[in-house]
């Protein structure tokens, strides 16, 4: 297994638990990056993204339903073409595939309640 595949899961379980930071500072709109301090203007940025801003850019949602058509969690694409990487949040992991390579985390907090924007969106 390659170590970027990995390294890309734990990133994203990291966003998921603590929570992934506006890329854009929310005074001049400068490129943050990862972090919450602007280079441009010098303002603090601490805003972290909410569940809807965190799935507004993803590629595909495949819902997870119960017998009874009712929402379960939700598998989310939010890489693809190599590795792909998807967030489960009915068994809170991230699945990253390469080829015959795979890894896959564990997510214990939702920080950004994004399986709570999923049922939302899901119920609309």
């Not at 990995?6 to 994203?12: D, H, P, R, W």
């Not at 506006?22 to 602007?38: H, R």
């Not at 058509?69 to 792909?84: D, H, Q, S, T």
Request: charged share 25%; hydrophobic share 35%.
């Amino acid at each position: 297994m390659t170590n970027s595949i990995q390294s890309q899961v734990l990133s994203i379980v990291a966003d998921l638990e603590n929570g992934a930071r506006c890329e854009s500072c929310t005074e001049c709109g400068a490129d943050l990056g990862k972090s919450s301090f602007c280079p441009e203007c010098e303002a603090h940025n601490p805003d972290t993204l909410s569940g809807f801003d965190y799935i507004a850019d993803v590629l595909d949602i495949n819902w997870i339903l119960n017998s009874n058509r009712e929402f379960k969690g939700a598998r989310i694409l939010v890489a693809f073409g190599g590795p792909n990487i998807w967030i489960d949040t009915d068994k809170q992991t991230v699945e990253g595939t390469w080829w015959n390579e795979s890894f896959t985390a564990s997510y214990s907090k939702d920080e950004m309640d994004i399986e709570g924007a999923c049922a939302e969106v899901f119920g609309c």
